[in-house]
């Protein structure tokens, strides 16, 4: 399910704003858009978000804001030297003139400088992690209020499907009629005068008849319907049982139509299949 949270965690000298986005995804793919003085922190962080957030695409931000006033900068002394011995030597080498802006130039290369106020200690990592914590929270709110509106959507097509399934017991004795009425005529135009064994003849229309009696896959069709709502308002992660259940819903609803043999009832069949693969569409947006 997608969703957003947001928080922010103050620490003495700088202000840390936490942001993590979430798309629809089967499994938990998580990017991290950190400076490298957390880095060390990011398994953590994954190992915290996999599990409060379970699946989904998920991005986390952390952007950092420092006081001007506070930010104390420190220079790797030993990292200077060693540039400036290396540079000394070519110059040397090279017989090339005094550079003014040699200094300038050496706090530029890399690691030379580093923010002391970039550091974080472990217990600014309590805090970090508090933060995280809340910012989860949020968006899994997020995912809730997405999940309510889901869950009237899947509560209106079951009920659908229910009374399309219902509307099927006023087509079923209009169907036998024909069939029989049918039959009886195409066993007429074959023979010449008419006669044949009409008790022979009732006991293959009625065994052919129970073939086609859609009975049993109603009852079934109605529990899964029932399973269906349960499931719904149960407490965790239900999206993968609720799949199952659909994937069962479709199996009646598709011998249902392949035993129908009747326009009216292939058009409830149809009406059906339609809101079933709309809750199906859905289902993937559930944990």
Same mark, same amino acid.
């Given at each position: 399910?997608?969703?957003?949270?947001?928080?922010?965690?103050?620490?003495?000298?700088?202000n840390i704003t936490v942001e993590i986005k979430a798309l629809n995804s089967k499994y938990f793919d998580f990017t991290a858009r950190i400076s490298s003085s957390?880095?060390?922190?990011?398994?953590?962080?994954? +190992?915290?978000?996999? $599990? @409060?957030? /379970?699946?989904?695409?998920?991005? #986390?931000?952390?952007?950092?804001?420092?006081? &001007? *006033?506070?930010?104390?900068?420190?220079i790797n002394e030993a990292v200077a030297e060693a540039y400036l011995s290396q540079i000394y030597g070519l110059k040397d080498r090279l017989k090339l003139p005094?550079?003014?802006?040699?200094?300038?130039?050496?706090?530029?290369?890399?690691?030379?400088?580093? +923010?002391?106020?970039? $550091? @974080?200690? /472990?217990?600014?990592?309590?805090? #970090?992690?508090?933060?995280?914590?809340?910012? &989860? *929270?949020?968006?899994?709110?997020?995912?809730?209020?997405?999940?309510?509106?889901?869950?009237?959507?899947?509560?209106?097509?079951?009920?659908?499907?229910?009374?399309?399934?219902?509307?099927?017991?006023?087509?079923?004795?209009?169907?036998?009629?024909?069939?029989?009425?049918?039959?009886?005529?195409?066993?007429?135009?074959?023979?010449?005068?008419?006669?044949?064994?009409?008790?022979?003849?009732?006991?293959?229309?009625?065994?052919?008849?129970?073939?086609?009696?859609?009975?049993?896959?109603?009852?079934?069709?109605?529990?899964?319907?029932?399973?269906?709502?349960?499931?719904?308002?149960?407490?965790?992660?239900?999206?993968?049982?609720?799949?199952?259940?659909?994937?069962?819903?479709?199996?009646?609803?598709?011998?249902?139509?392949?035993?129908?043999?009747?326009?009216?009832?292939?058009?409830?069949?149809?009406?059906?299949?339609?809101e079933l693969e709309k809750i199906k569409e859905q289902l993937s947006n559930i944990l």
């Amino acid at each position: 399910m997608t969703g957003f949270g947001k928080a922010l965690v103050a620490f003495p000298n700088k202000n840390i704003t936490v942001e993590i986005k979430a798309l629809n995804s089967k499994y938990f793919d998580f990017t991290a858009r950190i400076s490298s003085s957390y880095k060390e922190y990011e398994p953590a962080i994954r +190992s915290l978000l996999n $599990e @409060l957030l /379970e699946r989904g695409k998920v991005e #986390l931000i952390l952007n950092s804001e420092s006081s &001007a *006033a506070e930010v104390s900068f420190k220079i790797n002394e030993a990292v200077a030297e060693a540039y400036l011995s290396q540079i000394y030597g070519l110059k040397d080498r090279l017989k090339l003139p005094d550079d003014p802006n040699l200094l300038s130039t050496i706090l530029k290369m890399p690691d030379v400088m580093s +923010s002391a106020a970039e $550091e @974080l200690g /472990e217990a600014e990592w309590a805090l #970090l992690e508090n933060g995280i914590k809340e910012a &989860a *929270a949020k968006l899994n709110d997020f995912r809730l209020d997405e999940g309510r509106v889901l869950q009237n959507d899947f509560v209106q097509r079951i009920a659908l499907i229910r009374q399309y399934a219902e509307d099927l017991v006023a087509f079923e004795e209009p169907r036998i009629a024909l069939l029989k009425a049918r039959f009886k005529k195409n066993l007429e135009s074959l023979t010449e005068d008419a006669s044949y064994d009409t008790n022979r003849f009732e006991q293959e229309l009625i065994y052919y008849i129970e073939k086609l009696d859609i009975t049993e896959e109603k009852v079934r069709l109605t529990r899964h319907l029932d399973y269906f709502t349960e499931t719904l308002g149960e407490k965790g992660s239900n999206g993968k049982k609720l799949s199952f259940i659909a994937q069962e819903i479709g199996r009646e609803v598709n011998t249902i139509g392949s035993k129908a043999n009747d326009a009216d009832i292939q058009k409830r069949v149809v009406m059906m299949k339609d809101e079933l693969e709309k809750i199906k569409e859905q289902l993937s947006n559930i944990l």
